[in-house]
T-cell receptor, first 112, second 120 residues
Framework: SQQGEEDPQALSIQEGENATMNCSYK?????LQWYRQNSGRGLVHLIL?????REKHSGRLRVTLDTSKKSSSLLITASRAADTASYFC????????????FGTGTRLLVSP | GAVVSQHPSWVICKSGTSVKIECRSL??????MFWYRQFPKQSLMLMAT?????????EQGVEKDKFLINHASLTLSTLTVTSAHPEDSSFYIC????????????????FGPGTRLTVL
């Protein structure tokens, strides 16, 4: 399977704590994207990091990419109960392929 | 940001019937749309790539006669689940790229809210 792996599968933290999720993939990529999904809903695009980038920030989100290890991490700082959701990484191999391969996802629970 | 809609948001049908799900890009044109299915507490699995004006490209293991895809315009793709059975019950999600945006803006996929199909 080309599907990426994410760990942990589930993460439970308290509000105010940081949450770190990791993603590993198998093939070379054009970019890697992180998405959020609330239960039973569609996906919301969070951040895209290109293969020539190592780190990217967006608000409370910080994404790193290590292409030599074929891995990425998503850090959510100062978490809030509203951050409770499933988080997926997705790799985009190249423009010609156009399609995303999703990781297995991390279910994050932030307790008040 | 760009908006993708799906209709219906949920549908319940009897086994053996066919169900059509629509995916529309509301404020951009998309020559390419994608259809995914997601089982409970699992990840998204790509089913097929829908190409405007041509045949869809199906992923390995996806029956093209079972899941009919039509992409008749730059803003609409439809997925028809034919002769649905309980094992087809799932969450179906479409996505689209803004293929006319130019440059690296086409890298972002915009996802619809999903359609929950329950086959009795």
């Amino acid at each position: 399977s080309q599907q990426g792996e994410e760990d942990p599968q589930a993460l439970s933290i308290q509000e105010g704590e940081n949450a770190t999720m990791n993603c590993s993939y198998k093939t070379s990529i054009n970019n890697l994207q992180w998405y959020r999904q609330n239960s039973g809903r569609g996906l919301v695009h969070l951040i895209l990091i290109r293969s020539n980038e190592r780190e990217k920030h967006s608000g409370r989100l910080r994404v790193t990419l290590d292409t030599s290890k074929k891995s990425s991490s998503l850090l959510i700082t100062a978490s809030r109960a509203a951050d409770t959701a499933s988080y997926f990484c997705a790799t985009d191999r190249s423009i010609s392929f156009q399609k995303l391969v999703f990781g297995t996802g991390t279910r994050l629970l932030v307790s008040p | 940001g760009a908006v993708v809609s799906q209709h219906p948001s949920w549908v319940i049908c009897k086994s053996g019937t066919s169900v059509k799900i629509e995916c529309r890009s509301l404020d951009f044109q998309a020559t390419t749309m994608f259809w995914y299915r997601q089982f409970p507490k699992q990840s998204l699995m790509l089913m097929a790539t829908s190409n405007e004006g041509s045949k869809a490209t199906y992923e390995q293991g996806v029956e093209k006669d079972k899941f009919l895809i039509n992409h008749a315009s730059l803003t609409l793709s439809t997925l028809t689940v034919t002769s649905a059975h309980p094992e087809d019950s799932s969450f179906y999600i479409c996505s689209a790229r803004d293929t006319l945006a130019g440059g690296t803006s086409t890298d972002t996929q915009y996802f619809g809210p999903g359609t929950r199909l329950t086959v009795l």
